[in-house]
Every structure is written in structure tokens, then in C-alpha cells.
């Protein structure tokens, strides 16, 4: 069998270059192969001699599927991801397709996940400091994970006074969700809570808004839009969300 | 008035440069000053011409006052955190000493934050592919936040299924909390759970352990450790950990 290639598992960062990791950028300069959502391939700028394979949205099994066979085919290949590839994005799904085909990484082939700045980073670096204490993620996209599910996790999250962020507010077919969350957060939390909303963090064309629970549905949103819900301590100061301390004297900074 | 300088918070990522961010490395060069715990500046190779204040654990205000000082003194300078500033760290700090001395980020002081690549991503990144879907990330440091309150985060988390990441697991003058959380997770969770312990990500030293939320106490942990631990779908798969799905479609990869 011929010698596999590896399968550098690319996290993108945010928009601007810029904010991609010096070893993202080396396995991308590494790859004989770059495949990806086209959207993203785009910004990339390949040499002559690396082979593009760009899929569309919604191809994202397919996509797997063919990084995984180019690396076994012997060639270094780079999926890649926007964000961080580690978080709700394509790592997990290259897993499932080795599990299914028995090709253990480290023995059939070789797969390096390449971490980056994932979107809520972003999100928190442009609105001053949300995320200094205890914070919980969650998708509102209920394509995938039912809705009561999501739902529930809205309220623990919420009881439990984390520090709130969310991924896929809205999107062309779904148009609810939003208003749903917020109603949930609403029945726990105050309306005054400071909220952040972030759309194309570090992109062209970046958004950035400073307003509240009560009011936060009244802004467009859509799949490149992350929020910051605050705790009961974040507060708003001019254009700025802090979550105070919750620094912790004895975490070395 | 002499013209402030720029104060950037830096994201050093975990330990191995490699994972900085191209910003936030460009900060860096641009600094006249940096200024850090003493153990993560040695890292930096400064130049000739840069100045380094160097403090010990435990100064973090003081830490940011300088960085303040330093900044309306009319240098640039870089105050640094491992993995992401604004992840518990030294972000929220800076923006406290700011509006108590009422200078305002954007009129009185510029202030950059450079996101980067926080433990949990880095932690992530070293297992598989444990944060495919909703996760919580929680500090067990009850140094400045109420034990109970912890609890009650650790509860809501098991409860509503998240992921869980764990901060801060111990310290030499904490030792009771990791198994605390442990039994207040294991009346909500499979003791088979797959927990991956990951210290010293991506620095010497790294030891990545995968094991169950039954045994999770039996590895040694301390300030370096972030722990992962799986939600009821997230499967071990020889030495790797994924969660499944939770991709969705809709996001684009």
C-alpha cells in the first residue's frame, strides 16, 4: 500500500488571515490538496501547484468522505474550517468516517488537528472582555439536535448564571429561534443584561452591537452572527461588555 | 497630553509559538514593552530593544495597572496571557482598572485585544474531536467564586447535557474540588463518560490522558490541566474522543 498522506484538519480563524495560527498556515502550505466549503478556498490565495476541491454548504459528509480518501490516496491534504475546526465544525465529522471505514489515526493515517480562534473568541475580543468567567455554548440550529433539547440547555445555562454564547442564531429557513431563546433567557434573566452581537467578526463587512437581552431580536442576525449573552455581573460601560474578575488570582496570565 | 500608546492584550496561545496567531505576533513586534508572568515573557525572545516587565502569579492587578501606566505614558506595549486573554484572563482586568480611573478604551487609551487559542480548543485539538456540539466551560477554582455557585454550574451542565470543560482543576492549595465535581457529575452521568485530561498542551511536557468519568481522579491534574468531558453521545474510540454531529448542515465548514 502506498505510503497515506496526512490529513491536517485546518482551523481558518476568523475572517482576516491575520488571525490564523503559524501552524494552520504551515500544513495549509504544506497540503498538495486544499478542500473546503468555496466560500472559504477563495481567501486563501493556493499556488499554481496546490489542487483546489471546493464543495458547496450542505456537502459537508462528501467533503469528509474525499479529504480522507486524498490523504489515504498519498497526497497532504488540508480540510479546511473557518473558526476553529475543533468546535461544531468538520473534525468530527473526518472521525466518524475513519471509524466507519476501521482506519484508526496514528496507525492508517495520519490526522493533525490544527486548533484556531473559533468564532466566539473573535466575537469576545471585539466587545472588550464577556468572557471572564464561567460560559456556555450553544447552536440554535435545531436542523440536527431537536428543539427542546436546545431549549433546555438555554435554561440550565441560564440558572446557572453562565455567561451565554450563540452560534447559528438564524438562517434562511429558520426564523424563530431567536425570539424563542430569548424568551427563555427572559423568564431567568434580567432584560437589562448586556448583550453582544458580532456578524462577520474580523470579515468585510463586520457588525458589531452592543444592546440587551430585552432588546436583542431587534438587529439582523444570520449564520455568521455569534451573540454574547452576559452573567448577572457583565455590564455595559460605553461600548464595552466586561464580565468582571471571576479572574482567578491563582491561573497564571 | 503626550499621544497614549496602544495597549494590545495578547493571546500567546498554548505554549508552543507555532499556535499564536499572526496579530497577535505582530503585536508583539511592535511593542516597546512587554509585560507578563515572568514565565511566559522568557518565551517571547524580545528583542535587544524591548523592555520587559516581568511579574510573578498573584500580581495580576498590579500586572494591569503597569500595562495601563505604560500604555498613557505614550509606549505601545503588549500585556500577555497564555491561550486566549479573554478566556479567564487578563482582558477583564484591564478594562476594570480602565473605568475605575475613567478613561475610556477608544477615546482616552487605544486598546487592542488579539484573540488566540485558548486551553479547552488546544485540549480539544489533542483528543479528536470531543467539542462537536454544545459545550460549558467551567473554572473549579473557588479562589474568588463560591464553591456552591461551581456546583451549581457543574449540576446545570451534566444536567442539560453539555460538554463540560474544566479550568483550573487544582492547585497546591487546592485539592478536594476535582473530585467534588467528579461525584456531583457522576449522580448525573454515565461513570463511563469519556473524560480526556490534557496538560501542558502543545508545551514540553504535554500528557494527554483519555479515560471515564469514573476514573478521571486517578491521573495526576494541576494549573496546566484542562479536562474534557464527554456529553452522553461522545464516544472513545481507541486513544481519541468525538462527539458525534452536532454538525450542522447548515453551518458552513
Redesign the interface.
Given at each position: 500500500m502506498k505510503r497515506p498522506g496526512i490529513l491536517f484538519l485546518v482551523s481558518l480563524?476568523?475572517g482576516?488571515?491575520?488571525?490564523?495560527?503559524?501552524?494552520a498556515?504551515?500544513a495549509l502550505e504544506r497540503s498538495k490538496v486544499l478542500i473546503?466549503?468555496k466560500?472559504?478556498l477563495l481567501l486563501l490565495s493556493p499556488r499554481q501547484d496546490q489542487k483546489i476541491v471546493a464543495s458547496e454548504?450542505?456537502e459537508?459528509e462528501e467533503?469528509a468522505r474525499m479529504a480522507v480518501d486524498i490523504a489515504a490516496s498519498g497526497s497532504d491534504v488540508s480540510l479546511?474550517?473557518?473558526g476553529?475546526v475543533?468546535?461544531?465544525?468538520?473534525?468530527?465529522?473526518?472521525?466518524?468516517v475513519l471509524?466507519e471505514k476501521g482506519w484508526?489515526?496514528?496507525r492508517d493515517i495520519e490526522v493533525e488537528?490544527?486548533?484556531?480562534?473559533?468564532a466566539f473568541?473573535?466575537a469576545?475580543?471585539?466587545l472588550?472582555?464577556?468572557?471572564?468567567?464561567?460560559?456556555?455554548?450553544?447552536?440554535l440550529?435545531d436542523?440536527?439536535?431537536p428543539w427542546d433539547?436546545?431549549a433546555?440547555?438555554l435554561?440550565?445555562?441560564a440558572?446557572?448564571?453562565?455567561v451565554i454564547c450563540l452560534?447559528?442564531p438564524q438562517?434562511r429557513?429558520?426564523n424563530w429561534q431567536l425570539t424563542s431563546a430569548q424568551q427563555i433567557l427572559l423568564a431567568l434573566r434580567s432584560g437589562e443584561t448586556p448583550v453582544g452581537i458580532v456578524t462577520n467578526g474580523y470579515r468585510e463587512g463586520e457588525k458589531i452591537v452592543l444592546t440587551t437581552l430585552k432588546q436583542m431580536t431587534a438587529y439582523p442576525v444570520d449564520?455568521s452572527t455569534t451573540l454574547l449573552i452576559g452573567n448577572s455581573k457583565t455590564f455595559q460601560?460605553?461600548?464595552?461588555m466586561?464580565?468582571?474578575?471571576?479572574?482567578?488570582?491563582?491561573?497564571?496570565?
Open positions: 480563524g476568523p482576516d488571515n491575520s488571525q490564523r495560527t503559524f501552524a498556515q504551515a473546503g466549503y466560500g472559504y454548504i450542505g459537508e467533503r479546511v474550517s473557518s476553529d475543533g468546535i461544531y465544525a468538520m473534525a468530527g465529522l473526518v472521525y466518524e471509524k484508526l489515526p496514528g488537528v490544527l486548533p484556531g480562534v473559533s473568541n473573535a469576545a475580543s471585539r472588550g472582555a464577556p468572557l471572564m468567567h464561567d460560559f456556555a455554548c450553544i447552536s440550529s436542523l440536527m439536535t433539547t436546545i433546555r440547555r435554561e440550565a445555562a440558572q446557572a448564571d453562565f452560534y447559528n438562517s429557513s429558520r449564520m460601560w460605553d461600548r464595552w466586561v464580565t468582571p474578575r471571576g479572574y482567578h488570582l491563582e491561573k497564571i496570565g
